[in-house]
């Protein structure tokens, strides 16, 4: 039995499409396929299945953190799971994580770092459009993860508040001008991530990162191919997402030695 | 200053390679360019700068998990970051979740799916051959999360001991034997995920799935490029990884309906 | 000064669009912002631009055979240049080549085969529905290659009539009752491609290769991704083609070794 | 029956590792597993099994342009079967087509050009260094095609000789300096290619591209999966190549005109 507040996945077997909603008692969903009273769906429970006004099946599943995140409500563009994936393991976020980030947008890398940090952990999100924070505080909150982050409102040449922060993310057009206060606020060895669509953002970074205090860089692109599921057709789909973003990474040390110059030249193996 | 027993990655601005090691005071690391006092790399402290015999620079990172994951000691094929990451957000892992993994293998999704469901959280990890729980347990506690895995040995045939875990991964040659148990194991509404790295394999697995109490079949598999970054010859790197697996997740009902027969023949838009 | 006849590809600098058409003096092209009369393209002729009655330009390029082949009238799924130009180089077709295809289909690979073989060379396309032949014979006209290429209609199961030729190529749902055909119609050391878009065709197929007098196997897959041109905002398009179909391989001999019959297990490097 | 100066590829069908040779009366080709008389190659014929002084089988099969081009003598980077193919198609190469090149370097690319002009077409390939165009003739001697080929000593600055060329193809580290050359050279509304590695040439060259008059600009990007042919394994090979090139192309028109200048903007669909 769910309780109201509950966020749930219905899900289609006839067509495989599927709603995330939150129950709230008396309330009904609607579909292509018919109404459903959210009384059933509580009644179901997680596993079980409903039916729709017109006899019409879906099934209650628990919504995952991915599903989540790529169906936020938005007004920009969104980072992806697949790319949310693999800034999680190399920016080192654990429970417990102090993190930083600055271009909060529609909120959803700000929700699944809330996500993984935990009770224990904090995220300080900033940005300079106070509508999108609005925006991401109701994707953090719906998704049950609100009061783990702190919104703030302001320009990146203003410095960030916070310090020795355990990872620290750029989602901006000009990371580069961010570079600076991101080394501020950055715990001393620890990881900057910072994602740009174009090769022309990802070259004034490079430039930016190898003359400040940053070592380790790494640039990172990601591919996610789906395939269909019928056991006798197996095949991957028609199509796929070609581009998202790049991905860097690198590393705040305390200073650069006068003898590694080179760094910037030399790639990681 | 760092203390005996921390974890700390060294990386050196002249090749690009790194060392990952646990500090002992009065303990030397070797590199190719000369060996380094553990207490000059404790007194750097993260984000400092220490140098071998030699007067090769190297800086003191912090590790991250996904450098972790790379570097295990193993005896098997290990999972890789680009797909923990993804499976980290599909499977819906969270700080508190209980998760069991069975095909506890080398340890580097144990160790990663540990990392994340934090001191909260547990994971149990089966696997019929010990010496993998040995290394896996070593992995582990190198890794400072061994306290949060109880590791089993065991037949798949024989079931597992838990019941409505939040999720569920089979790493298995034969996963499509372990499905039962599986089902068994987790919560309703809750997501199963299975890595196999051939289409056969991916063939009998999705014969299972859609036989069993399974629904919202998903088939994913991931790519990851790396760049140079040298901001003047911006271009991937010459070789790339062209396969570790294919990712299957799915999700545990209570049962399937009568007339959602043809669900396995609809895909996921 | 073009004639009535010729080819031209229209390209509009505003939206990037383009039409592919055959000259006809006093004939008329619609397009989205317009009409242009035919007579104002022949005398731009290539290279030239010409104005709809609206007064917006189009460019006068000469087409491409892979333009061609991506815009080709279609009942059917089409072969996409990525596969066909890599076909092309591991079949070994060449100016004055003989080659067979079963499964004509649309046509797409029979105007690409029969492009490159040239006058000295000679295309034989089976398929056993005559409406397809019907249909590519147009296209192949339409590109002007129609006679270098002889269309039958039959069954597999009955054989191929041609013997020794260079090449042959098989686009079939079952290509593997096609293999002893294949076979008897190939010179010996020359190459079969097969094209199949599923992973179990796959697994028969290769079945049917090993079990046959087939040896040096080959499965490709390729991918093309498009960029946005734009010099300021370099950056791959946001989809892509996921999947067309794997590529096959393989060399038909005079009759396998009796101590070489592990050969399938073996992978080429 | 073989003869003498024909060109065969040996392939084992125990390891799948293969050479490539021009067969000679009385001489001997070496082998991991032994050697092999030429005189039993020619009188196996294609298609035909040898066996090394060892007993270890070969098998007589065809080499194809695509096996050439991979296994080329080169003192430079190459051009890849992949990315030649799909060219092939972009720039419209036909039997008989009069094809300019520049960069000639190991002569992969220039091979494959005269391959698939015929004898009624013919390549001219510019390069500045004449030790280049040594190895680049022998290598199209050797695949048979040398009198389809004019080798050219010479600066890009300095111009081509040809007009009206069909397809132009540049392989240069700085090609934006080639375009003022290569507009000329080639025939109106016909294409140009251009191979670059790294991002920061794809930049300048497509702000030449975008000033010059060259319109429909395309950037291509493409990827080769191999497959391991057990049919029990079906699984793609662990590493593939990552990267080769942008492959670039565009088309000269005879003037671009005054109001089409967001051209550059635009993207193709």
């Known amino acids: 039995m769910l309780n109201d507040g509950d966020l749930?996945?219905?899900?289609?077997?006839?067509?495989?499409?599927?709603?995330?909603?939150?129950?709230?008692?008396?309330?009904?969903?609607?579909?292509?396929?018919?109404?459903?009273?959210?009384?059933?769906?509580a009644q179901a429970s997680f596993g079980g299945m409903v039916q729709t006004h017109k006899g019409q099946p879906f099934y209650v599943l628990r919504p995952?953190?991915?599903?989540?995140?790529?169906?936020?409500?938005?007004?920009?563009?969104?980072?992806?799971?697949?790319?949310?994936?693999?800034?999680?393991?190399?920016?080192?976020?654990?429970?417990?994580?102090?993190?930083?980030?600055?271009?909060?947008?529609?909120?959803?890398?700000?929700?699944?770092?809330?996500?993984?940090?935990?009770?224990?952990?904090?995220?300080?999100?900033?940005?300079?459009?106070?509508e999108f924070s609005v925006l991401a505080r109701e994707n953090c909150d719906r998704w049950g993860v609100g009061h783990r982050v702190t919104f703030r409102i302001g320009e990146v040449t203003d410095g960030f508040g916070e310090r020795d922060v355990d990872a620290l993310v750029l989602d901006l057009p000009s990371p580069w001008e961010a570079l600076s206060a991101?080394?501020?606020?950055?715990?001393?060895?620890?990881?900057?991530?910072?994602?740009?669509?174009?090769?022309?953002?990802?070259?004034?970074?490079?430039?930016?990162?190898?003359?400040?205090?940053?070592?380790?860089?790494?640039?990172?692109?990601?591919?996610?191919?789906?395939?269909?599921?019928?056991?006798?057709r197996i095949r991957p789909e028609d199509t796929m997402i070609g581009h998202t973003g790049y991905l860097v990474i690198a590393t705040a040390v305390r200073s650069r030695g006068l003898d590694d110059g080179q760094e910037g030249e030399k790639d990681r193996s």
């Not at 939150?22 to 018919?34: D, E, I, N, P, V």
């Not at 697949?82 to 600055?102: H, N, Q, S, T, W």
């Not at 190898?210 to 692109?221: I, K, T």
């Open 64 to 130: 995952t953190s991915g599903e989540f995140m790529r169906r936020i409500r938005r007004q920009t563009q969104i980072i992806y799971p697949k790319d949310a994936g693999l800034l999680l393991l190399y920016l080192d976020i654990f429970p417990g994580a102090r993190v930083l980030e600055c271009g909060t947008g529609s909120g959803s890398l700000t929700t699944m770092l809330a996500h993984f940090v935990g009770d224990e952990g904090h995220v300080y999100s900033y940005d300079r459009r106070e």
């Open 182 to 232: 991101a080394y501020e606020a950055l715990a001393p060895g620890s990881r900057l991530a910072v994602l740009v669509p174009t090769t022309n953002q990802l070259e004034r970074l490079l430039d930016g990162l190898h003359e400040g205090n940053f070592v380790d860089v790494q640039v990172l692109e990601t591919f996610l191919r789906t395939y269909k599921t019928n056991a006798r």
């Open 8 to 41: 749930v996945l219905l899900w289609s077997p006839r067509k495989g499409d599927s709603y995330l909603l939150r129950l709230k008692s008396g309330a009904f969903q609607g579909t292509h396929m018919g109404t459903i009273p959210h009384d059933d769906i």
